[in-house]
């Protein structure tokens, strides 16, 4: 293989630069050339596509976000559009594309892989959402975020003797508001994956005030409840001061965290050596703290990822 693609896809996340860097840095040290394609599949259709250098990728490994560029292209769903795509990929003489993404972008590199075109996907989202992989790149970083702003609403909720509900990302999965209310010591903690129960969170937290308690942190995964609504039905109902805090795409910024360094540059590396292998259409994880990879068309279809049942108990254990 002498020319290979890069692009980032969807939600940024901390870490994509330093996936991006290794990708380069690995191919130009095997003799091969990496194209940076600009803001995701858009950029890939609208065929904005420049090789890059060694020195494209200097100083970026410490920078969050993606200096390439994302796009949600829901468009890229469209055949017609993929195959434009893929036209412009051998217009350069592109052989194989690195995809550095959540779920969608996962999405578009299968439809392309289907297509016969080979690609390589890479989990990058802070959601921690994707199977076949114990981390995804970012998800350390918004973690670490998380548990600066939980520290602080610690402090202003622990002085005025209020309840705060924090509101964390993670679209569908629960694993941001776990292992921030675990490290956070928050006192309850709501995940999509065991469902919402409205009146037991309230009467636990009413048990928590019979105790004594005179502050409580809720962690709470977006999309399931109007955190809003939920804080004015928790001060009614527990007499205690109640505020909600979303914290938005703050999570998503700033400076990747050593660990998402480190897995975006192992993950980044091997990606480009399953594809001197010969091996496109896979998909990269890391369990065990060894890197793996997967076929991304069984990847999607039928590889699940597990909830950690453990962490959730520990929750209730330690709370
Ligand atoms: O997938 C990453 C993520 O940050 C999710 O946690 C969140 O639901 C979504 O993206 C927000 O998307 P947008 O930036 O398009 O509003």
Known sequence: IKKIGVLTSGGDSPGMN???RAVVRAGLSNDVEVYGIRDGYLGLHQNRIKKLERYSVS?????GGTFLGSARFPEFKEESVRRQAIENLKEHGIEALVVIGGDGSYMGAKKLTEMGYPCIGLPGTIDNDIAGTDFTIGFDTALNVILDAVDRLRDTSSSHK???IVEVMGRHCGDLALSAAVAGGAEFVVVPEQGFDKESLISQIESGIERGKR???VVICEHIT????????VETRTQLETRATILGHIQRGGSPTGRDRILASRMGAFAVQLLIEGQGGRCIGLLNNQLVHHDIID????MRR???TEMFKLCSTLF
């Open 59 to 63: 100083d970026v490994i410490n920078r």
């Open 226 to 233: 109007d955190v809003n609504a939920l804080a004015k039905e």
């Open 306 to 308: 597990p909830f950690n």
């Open 215 to 217: 502050h409580a942190l």
């Open 299 to 302: 990847c999607i279809e039928n």
């Open 162 to 164: 209020r309840i705060s």
């Open 18 to 20: 330093a996936a991006i």
